[in-house]
């Protein structure tokens, strides 16, 4: 079946640091993939996208690259910043439907 | 503004005692959908409309009812709660394209405790 792994959380890091949440997916045919964030009591944000093997997605200085051969789609950002600190989930659309990982805390200190 | 809007935002009630949650988008979007998020389990669809008078069963419909009457409107109804639907839900809505390039717009939330 269809399903999205996310490293588990929560992740702390300071101000500035190199960030990456790995995630990896399982489908049948060929997906869409996405990364969406969620900020406390808020819903859910598209941060970015990728169609189509080796696609980057970037948005607010996060990537991901769309990684067929390791069945991939990490977040990274070069030097995060506190109002990063929300909820990151990945996910892939396929056949019209939205499935997503369980979500990652991110919380960044000053 | 383009936007989803639910209704109520909290809630708090008791077992078997019937509710319904709105959802209202104004993009035109065609297609709208249903997801409870709980801890360590990210979010999961429970029905999905892909226009109107058009509805179907995501991963967990059970305990739940939609309708689509009308484009903007997608409404998620309780006939009979129960402690294990506590949750937080979102309404999304797109605009539907084969090949799965859309995105989702989601909702602000719904807070719901069952008692």
């Known amino acids: 079946g269809n399903s999205v792994t996310q490293m588990e959380g929560p992740v702390t890091l300071s101000e500035e640091a190199f960030l990456t949440i790995n995630c990896t997916y399982t489908?049948?045919?060929?997906?869409?993939l996405f990364w969406y964030v969620q900020y406390p009591g808020e819903g859910l944000q598209l941060l970015l996208k990728?169609?189509?093997?080796?696609d980057k997605g970037s948005n607010k200085g996060f990537e991901a690259t769309y990684r067929k051969e390791t069945t991939s789609f990490h977040l990274e950002k070069g030097s995060v910043q506190v109002s990063d600190s929300a909820v990151y989930f990945c996910?892939?659309?396929?056949?019209?439907?939205?499935?997503f990982g369980q979500g990652t805390t991110l919380q960044v200190k000053p | 503004e383009a936007q989803v809007t639910q209704n109520p935002r909290y809630l708090i009630t008791v077992t078997g005692k019937k509710l319904t949650v709105t959802c209202s988008q104004n993009?035109?979007?065609?297609?709208m959908s249903w997801y409870r998020q709980d801890p360590g389990l990210g979010l999961r669809q429970i029905y999905y409309?892909?226009?109107?008078?058009?509805?179907d069963k995501g991963d967990v419909p059970e305990g739940y009812k939609v309708s689509r009457k009308e484009k903007r409107n997608f409404p998620l109804i309780l006939e009979s709660p129960s402690p294990n639907q506590t949750s937080l839900y979102f309404c999304?809505?797109?605009?539907?394209?084969?090949?799965?390039?859309?995105?989702?717009?989601f909702g602000p939330g719904t807070r719901l405790t069952v008692l």
């Open positions: 999304a809505s797109s605009s539907y394209l084969a090949g799965g390039t859309d995105t989702q717009y």
């Open positions: 489908a049948t045919g060929y997906p869409s």
């Open positions: 990728a169609t189509k093997a080796d």
């Open positions: 996910a892939l659309k396929i056949t019209g439907k939205l499935i």
């Open positions: 993009m035109n979007h065609e297609y």
């Open positions: 409309s892909m226009n109107v008078e058009v509805t």
